[in-house]
């Protein structure tokens, strides 16, 4: 089992920046794929971005391709998700998540094992 805390989020004008942090402990970090989603207040939860675990894959959102950015270092037990460009329909609760299955970078909440309980972003207009 993976225990996962996020951390960096905050409040931000738009166009700004936030880098978001997950910092895991327990089960080896390098064993799982990793993955950062968002939920909005009335909706559904839903993915941001994924990461392999060896770094050298990446997937992303149609809506955050070319803002946001996916990364992990294995020796610090942590993924990264540095969100530039920042627009007011990026509010959201942004979690981290670990999946066991690391044949494959997957994008459905489901697909997930373990979960962070979360850290906010708000973005001004």
């Known amino acids: 089992q993976v225990q996962l805390v996020e951390s960096g989020g905050g409040l931000v004008q738009a166009g700004g920046s936030l880098r978001l942090s997950c910092a895991a402990s327990?089960?080896?970090?390098?064993?799982?794929?990793m993955g950062w989603f968002r939920q909005a207040p009335g909706n559904e939860r839903e993915f941001v971005a994924a990461?392999?675990?060896?770094?050298?894959?990446?997937r992303y959102a149609d809506s955050v391709k070319g803002r946001f950015t996916i990364s992990r270092v294995n020796a610090k037990n942590t993924v990264y998700l540095q969100m530039n460009s920042l627009k007011a329909e990026d509010t959201a609760e942004y979690y981290c998540?670990?999946?066991?299955?690391?044949?494959?970078?997957?994008?459905?909440?489901?697909?997930?094992?373990?979960w962070g309980q979360g850290t906010q972003v708000t973005v001004t207009s």
């Open positions: 327990g089960h080896p970090f390098s064993r799982y794929s």
């Open positions: 998540a670990a999946d066991r299955d690391v044949s494959m970078v997957r994008v459905g909440v489901s697909e997930y094992d373990y």
């Open positions: 990461v392999s675990w060896s770094g050298g894959s990446t």
